[in-house]
């Protein structure tokens, strides 16, 4: 159902925990904790040298991939797939539909007075901002594209970081064995030393598979699908700024939204 073009629903954002997420870490740790302790003692489970060797090594081959700086914001990209803010496309389309109708009854000067409600969407903020600039859409539609690709590109090196970590998790696992096996075979002779570098042997590994298969390649895949669903929303805005930009009619911009629309999401405003 249209709008009457005079009151903007403000879409609310809110950042809340990932459920999936702190389910599946808390399901797939807790599993193997029950194994431990249904199988034997959970301190052997316990090496100091092969977690330095492990998380250490991992750490350290990652960042020579990388910088300091890639590496420090990827700390902070992670945060994201704990605490995530929703973002509904078909909600953002309903939105951006408003704002274009309202722009088309009363002139695109009329948006000032929603400016300060999209705030809280900084990206449809600056469309909005350039549109009652008077910036012309074609112009609007590029700067907000390279905004995208920019943030796109951010949001896959954090990817890349964790994928690359998943890499190199199982391969210092590797190496930790061979030292293990190094030192075992060196003192064969003293059979007290046996067990401690058999226990470095095999936990390397674990420790390795571990973290690549439940931490690192689990946490980039949920850095992409948060980033596909950020930039569908974008996207959206970006269409809907560039068509108010060009002042076209709200019904042709509901049907360019419904085409890159998933069919569930897709809106049916002026029905």
Same mark, same amino acid.
């Not at 674990?206 to 298969?213: K, P």
């Given at each position: 159902m249209a709008n009457d073009g005079g009151n903007i629903k403000v879409r609310k954002t +809110? $950042? $809340?925990m990932d459920i999936a997420t702190i389910i599946g870490l808390l399901s797939g740790f807790g599993l193997i904790a029950a194994a431990i302790f @249904?199988?034997?003692d959970p301190a052997s489970f316990v090496n100091p040298p092969s977690i330095l060797i492990v998380i250490g090594g991992? @750490? =350290?081959i990652t960042?020579?991939?990388f910088t300091i700086t890639d590496? =420090? +914001?990827t700390f902070k990209v992670i945060g994201k797939t704990f605490f995530y803010t929703s973002r509904d496309p078909s909600d953002a389309a309903t939105q951006v539909l408003q704002i274009a109708e309202l722009a088309r009854r009363q002139g695109v000067l009329s948006l000032q007075n929603v400016l300060d409600s999209l705030r809280a969407e900084p990206f449809l903020h600056k469309g909005m901002l350039m549109v009652v600039d008077g910036t012309p859409g074609e112009e609007v539609e590029a700067i907000m594209r390279r905004d995208l690709n920019a943030t796109m590109l951010r949001h896959h090196k954090g990817a890349n970081i964790l994928r690359k970590a998943a890499e190199f998790a199982p391969a210092m696992g590797l190496i930790g064995t061979l030292i293990g096996l190094v030192q075992m075979l060196g003192n064969l002779d003293d059979p007290s030393t046996i067990g401690p570098a058999m226990a470095v042997a095999l936990l390397t590994t674990?420790?390795? =598979?571990? @973290? =690549?298969?439940?931490v690192f390649s689990p946490m980039a895949s949920k850095l992409e699908r948060n980033s596909t669903e950020e930039a569908m929303v974008n996207t959206v805005y970006m269409m809907g700024a560039a068509s108010i930009g060009r002042q076209e009619n709200p019904r042709r911009l509901e049907m360019l939204l419904n085409s890159i629309l998933p069919p569930a999401k897709r809106v049916q405003y002026f029905d």
């Open positions: +809110r $950042s $809340s @249904l199988g034997g991992t @750490l =350290a960042t020579m991939c590496m =420090a +914001r674990f420790y390795g =598979a571990v @973290l =690549a298969n439940m």
